[in-house]
């Protein structure tokens, strides 16, 4: 029996969307699904398939938590930071905006990016830079985030951003420079969501972890609700 897990599948189609629809920015976790190298990589084993005669179909899986669309909990980038199940609910479920940045591929997007897009009294700001265009296929010169970005952003109340590239730092950062300010200001992160064809605006997030003790992060199933 061919397993789906490794069957060519097409993406989600994004469409403009009316008040009310729910838009998918998580990319499809499959085997293919690239991850930071040397990190490991989705696989999804059959154990057993209605298809084959068994009673029930029945699948184990392995992969990093920093999986395609993921949440960061700040143990993954600070020492005594919160573990996942000890992140508030709330940060991932409201209102948010989404924003985008041109030109940002091999740069950090600085608040000279975002100058006039984010209102006072923002709490989530989702960040399209579409320098990470497919999921399936790595590339090292993704946007990043600039460390004054991060507390520009939180001086205007938002505790949550989230970007669609593998990481707010450089692929080859080891000091983790953006993490760092994202710890020391108490905002929150998502990274790996998926935004092409999406516009700029106000919606409202959905992007809710799994509830694992002690993890540094966990994939989670973003959508926006336009408002």
């Known amino acids: ?3 789906p897990a490794t069957a060519p599948r097409a993406g989600p ?11 998918d ?10 991850v930071f190298p040397g990190d490991t990589a989705f696989e999804r084993r059959t154990l057993m398939h209605v298809d084959d005669g068994h009673h029930i179909s029945l699948s184990a899986i392995s992969t990093t938590v920093h999986l395609g669309a993921h949440a960061d909990a700040p143990i993954h980038y600070g020492k005594g930071g919160r573990t996942l199940e000890e992140q508030p609910l709330d940060l991932y479920v409201g ?9 940002a591929r091999g740069r950090a997007v600085t608040a000279a990016d975002l100058a006039g ?4 009294g923002t709490e989530r700001v989702v960040i399209a830079t579409g320098s990470f265009p497919d999921p399936e ?3 090292d010169d993704f946007a990043s985030i600039d460390p004054d970005l991060v ?3 939180a001086t205007r109340g938002v505790r949550l951003v989230a970007v669609d590239t ?9 000091d983790l420079p953006a993490h760092a300010a994202f710890l020391a200001h108490d905002v929150s992160i998502i990274e790996g969501v998926r935004l092409e064809g999406v516009a700029e605006g106000e919606y409202e997030l959905i992007a809710l972890p799994l509830h694992l003790e002690g993890a540094d992060a966990s994939p989670v199933r973003a959508v926006l609700r336009p408002r």
């Open 25 to 34: 920015i998580s990319p499809l976790v499959s085997a293919r699904t690239a």
């Open 1 to 3: 029996m061919n397993d």
């Open 95 to 103: 209102p948010c905006r989404v924003v985008r940045v041109a030109g």
């Open 117 to 120: 897009k984010v209102p006072f």
């Open 137 to 139: 296929r790595w590339n």
């Open 166 to 174: 593998p990481s707010v730092d450089q692929a080859t950062s080891k």
């Open 151 to 153: 507390g520009w952003l």
């Open 13 to 23: 189609a994004r469409t403009a969307a009316s008040a009310g629809t729910l838009i």
